[in-house]
């Protein structure tokens, strides 16, 4: 959360001094708790192996051992579990009627009072009304969103006005290469179509 505050306090004009005692969290060593381990969640996991966290996850369905092994991750079936050990906790679901609101003020409540939460899925899923309670009264440290609803929040949003969240215009993909693969994905399954072949990436497999 000192990211965007610190790099205001760098360019004022007003700066004079840095402080000594403005001091972040580790993330090495810290948990990471991970729901929603499709391929998105499961390379999440992959990166946050290099930083020797450790990872939890809740899933609908369990990961290959092998699978879990290989990135050091701990299968959780009940997300209070995830939800009560993590001192991250990153929401990678699709949205569904299911996962609509799927952190509200229980699930926050279960959260570390030192604890983020980071949402790179759809707005939807949290309950931003509780998380707003939930930032104000500290239940929860901070929160990271990349995604919000609406989007972009009206301007005269509390989540606007709060120090420990950052938010970011739904910029997880925003790269000219992402751009470009994804451009290059949807050409190969319309080509497919129209061949009368396999479509590479089908949603939903007959």
């Known amino acids: 959360m000192y990211l965007h505050t610190g790099c ?17 969290v580790e993330v090495t060593r810290a948990t990471l708790g991970i729901i929603g381990m499709g391929s998105i969640g499961y390379k999440v996991a992959q990166r946050a192996r290099a930083f020797n966290m450790r990872i939890l996850y809740h899933n609908r369905n369990r990961r290959r051992k092998e699978e879990e092994e290989a990135v050091g991750a701990h299968y959780c079936a ?9 001192d991250f906790v990153m929401l990678v679901v699709n949205l569904t009627p299911e996962t609509h609101k799927l952190i509200g003020k229980k699930e926050l409540g279960l959260m570390k009072h030192t604890a983020t939460l980071i949402n790179i899925s759809r707005g939807a899923v949290i309950d931003q009304d ?7 009264n500290k239940v929860i440290r901070a929160a990271a969103l990349d995604v919000t609803y609406p989007e ?15 938010i970011t215009p739904h910029i997880g993909t925003a790269t ?7 451009a290059e994905e949807a050409i190969a399954n319309m080509l497919a179509v129209l061949n009368g072949q396999p479509i590479p990436s089908e949603v939903f497999p007959k």
């Open 78 to 86: 009940k997300m209070e579990d995830l939800l009560q050990q993590s």
């Open 8 to 24: 205001q306090i760098t360019v004022s004009p007003d700066t004079k001094s840095f402080a000594v005692d403005w001091l972040g």
């Open 152 to 166: 972009p929040l009206p301007r005269d949003h509390p989540l606007l006005t709060l120090n420990s969240i950052i």
């Open 176 to 182: 000219v290469q992402a751009i470009r693969m994804m």
């Open 130 to 136: 509780a998380l707003v309670e939930a930032l104000q």
